[in-house]
């Protein structure tokens, strides 16, 4: 089993910056992919990045330029570093993990991030 913990979620205004963190424990040896979804109020969950252990990134359209994912294996923590948050990127962001990207067994319990206009 792999434990995943968020942090860093809050409250900025538009045109604002956050970083996410995601700090993974337990059976990491079975984890080669670590990432971010996210959900707003009355839509579906949906990805936003995705970092492979080999270094490979991969961003869904509307974060492409602004949201930058990154990895320390060292730490076996994951960061999402937001820039020129809109109202839009408002929702509950959760950190997955898991063997590939079509296996993404472990969530973590999510971080709230509001984006004020």
């Known amino acids: 089993q792999v434990q995943l913990v968020e942090s860093g979620g809050g409250l900025v205004q538009s045109g604002g910056s956050l970083r996410l963190s995601c700090a993974a424990s337990?059976?990491?040896?079975?984890?080669?992919?670590m990432g971010w979804h996210r959900q707003a109020p009355g839509t579906q969950r949906e990805s936003v990045a995705y970092?492979?252990?080999?270094?490979?990134?991969n961003y869904t359209d509307s974060v492409k330029g602004r949201f930058t994912v990154s990895m320390d294996n060292t730490k076996m923590t994951a960061y999402l570093q937001m820039n020129s948050l809109k109202p839009a990127d408002t929702a509950v962001y959760f950190c997955?993990?898991?063997?590939?990207?079509?296996?993404?067994?472990?969530w973590g319990r999510g971080t709230q991030v509001t984006v004020s206009s």
């Open positions: 997955v993990a898991g063997p590939s990207l079509y296996r993404l067994n472990y």
């Open positions: 337990g059976n990491i040896f079975s984890v080669n992919v």
């Open positions: 970092i492979m252990f080999g270094g490979a990134t």
